[in-house]
């Protein structure tokens, strides 16, 4: 009897079952992926940010709100796309706006990448992956997707640029037209 209980253990441990009994471990169903469109409410969030604050976008209501989602900290896009909107920032702060870059890093590796950047904006950290779930950037690798986000005053989406392209370096330049383009208001 000995020598067979390893061999109905390891059948069990490949199978999951005893007899006909439901598996004790089951894979969860799959969430379906949300699709945001032009018009719909912007998910709030409460995130933290690269210097020390905490932001909520229902806190930003009356402003306009850019949250640019990217892939991984101190990786070459991430590094270009980070340095062209801290390059355009003198154009994007003319309007009447907040704007973020976003991933699931962790804070410390954020803050890493925004120091060495020298980043003159705020990067969020979302790291149990709750707003970016919300948001539906994250791809099958669990990391978010470069997509942009334009965030009207009143909560609602005005725009989403799922084509950012890391590898042209005037992201913020592209950034600045679209407020334009989208009416944003100036300062």
């Known amino acids: 009897m000995l020598k067979s209980f390893p061999i109905a253990l390891a059948c069990v ?31 709030d969030f409460t995130l933290p940010g690269t210097d020390g604050k905490t932001y909520q976008l229902s806190k930003l209501r009356g402003k306009t ?15 270009l796309e980070c340095r062209s909107i801290r390059d355009n920032s003198e154009t994007i702060t003319k309007f009447d706006v907040a704007y973020f ?8 590796k954020n803050k890493q990448f925004a120091d060495q950047e020298q980043a003159n904006f705020p990067m969020l950290s ?37 084509n950012v392209n890391p590898t042209v370096a005037n992201a913020g330049q592209i950034l600045a037209a679209k407020l334009q383009e989208l009416g944003v208001k100036r300062k």
């Open 13 to 43: 441990a490949l199978t999951g079952t005893i007899a006909g009994q439901t598996p004790a471990v089951q894979t969860p169903p799959t969430v379906p992926a949300v699709e945001l469109k032009v018009g719909d409410p912007a998910p």
């Open 65 to 79: 709100v850019v949250l640019a989602w990217y892939p991984a900290a101190l990786t070459q896009g991430c590094t």
């Open 101 to 108: 870059m976003a991933s699931v890093d962790t804070q410390e």
């Open 126 to 162: 979302d790291t149990d992956k709750k707003v970016g779930t919300a948001y539906g950037v994250l791809n099958a690798r669990g990391i978010a997707n470069r997509w942009t986000f334009y965030i009207g005053p009143d909560g609602k989406i005005l725009f989403i640029d799922k």
